[in-house]
C-alpha cells in the first residue's frame, strides 16, 4: 500500500530535551516536506527536500533541522524543543516538485512541557 | 508568489449542493489550482486539481473561470461526512521549487 509514514503519532517531552520525528514514504517520492499545523493558522511549512542531500527552509524553519540522506526517509529533528514548538505535524511526500498531488502521513502531536 | 483567499467557514445540510469559491488574482500562467481536504487530527487530502474550465471526478468538480482568477469546488449532495476543512492551492514553480501555501483554509460544517 502505497503511503507516508509518521513515528511517533504522539509525543510529550520537556523543554530541551532533543527529540526525531521519522517520515518513510514507498512511493519512491522525490520531493518530501515537513509542516506544522496550528489552531487559527492552517498548515505551515518547515522545510522540504527536492532530493537526497537537498532540503532548504519552508515558512517557519526556525528550531528545526531535517536531513535527506535516503529517498524514502526525511526525518524532522528539534534539537532543543520549546513549548511554543507544542502543535501538530505533517510529513507529505509527492511525486515531483511543483503541482502535484502531495500524499500527507497521519500526523504526530507534539506536546514540549 | 499567487495568494489564494477562500471563506473561513460555511454551513450547509445534507443533500445540498456545496460551492466554495478560491480567489487568485495574482496565478501565474503555468499555475495549476488544487484543492485537498482535511479532517480532525488527519493529514489533507487531494481532492482535485484543474488548469482551465471545468474538471470533475467522483468526489466533486472544479470550475475555472476563463481569467483563472478564481475557481470553485462543488460538493454535490453533501453527507455528513463531507464536514471537514477544504483548502485551495496554486501552484507555484518560482525557481524550480514549490513551497505550497495552504492558508486556513474553509471549515465546511454540514447539518443534519
Known amino acids: 500500500e502505497a503511503q507516508v509514514t509518521q513515528n511517533p503519532r504522539y509525543l510529550i517531552t520537556v523543554t530541551g530535551k532533543k527529540l526525531t520525528v521519522t517520515c518513510s514514504q514507498n512511493m519512491n517520492h522525490e520531493y518530501m516536506s515537513w509542516y506544522r499545523q496550528d489552531p487559527g493558522l492552517g498548515l505551515r511549512q518547515i522545510y522540504y527536500?527536492?532530493?537526497?542531500?537537498?532540503?532548504d527552509k519552508g515558512d517557519v524553519p526556525e528550531g528545526y533541522k531535517v536531513s535527506r540522506k535516503e529517498k524514502r526517509n526525511f526525518p524532522l529533528i528539534l534539537e532543543s524543543p520549546s513549548p511554543n514548538q507544542t502543535s501538530l505535524y505533517f510529513c507529505?511526500?509527492?511525486?515531483?516538485?511543483?503541482?502535484?498531488?502531495?500524499?500527507f502521513g497521519p500526523g504526530t502531536r507534539l506536546t514540549v512541557l | 508568489l499567487a495568494k489564494t483567499t477562500q471563506p473561513i467557514s460555511m454551513d450547509s445540510y445534507e443533500g445540498q449542493e456545496v460551492n466554495i469559491t478560491c480567489s487568485h488574482n495574482?496565478?501565474?500562467?503555468?499555475?495549476?489550482i488544487t484543492w485537498y481536504q482535511q479532517f480532525p487530527s488527519q493529514g489533507p487530502r487531494f481532492i482535485i486539481q484543474g488548469y482551465k474550465t471545468k474538471v470533475t471526478n467522483e468526489v466533486a468538480s472544479l470550475f475555472i473561470p476563463a481569467d483563472r482568477k478564481s475557481s470553485t469546488l462543488s460538493l454535490p449532495r453533501v453527507s455528513l461526512s463531507d464536514t471537514a476543512v477544504y483548502y485551495c492551492l496554486v501552484g507555484d514553480n518560482e525557481g524550480g521549487s514549490y513551497i505550497p501555501t495552504f492558508g486556513r483554509g474553509t471549515s465546511l460544517i454540514v447539518h443534519p
Open positions: 495574482n496565478i501565474a500562467t503555468n499555475d495549476y
Open positions: 507529505a511526500s509527492t511525486r515531483l516538485a511543483g503541482h502535484n498531488e502531495q500524499f
Open positions: 527536500s527536492m532530493n537526497v542531500e537537498v532540503t
